[in-house]
């Protein structure tokens, strides 16, 4: 799987990543080497915790073309 990061430097400093198509993915770090790694981390918990919400949920699933 492929997703876009921006990364941006915060006025202390850190370096702050963050997925725009997984809403409340973000991490940092004091390098940006270590808020990337940081950010794959936070993907991989983001999405285990979404599939884990869609097996408890019996919903259905509706695809709308706009």
Known sequence: MKLHVVV????GGYFVAEVPALPGCLSQGKTR???LANIKEAIEGWLEV????????????VEVTV
């Open 8 to 11: 941006e430097q915060d006025e």
């Open 33 to 35: 080497e270590e808020a």
């Open 50 to 61: 979404m599939e884990s919400k869609s097996d408890a949920e019996a919903a259905d699933l």
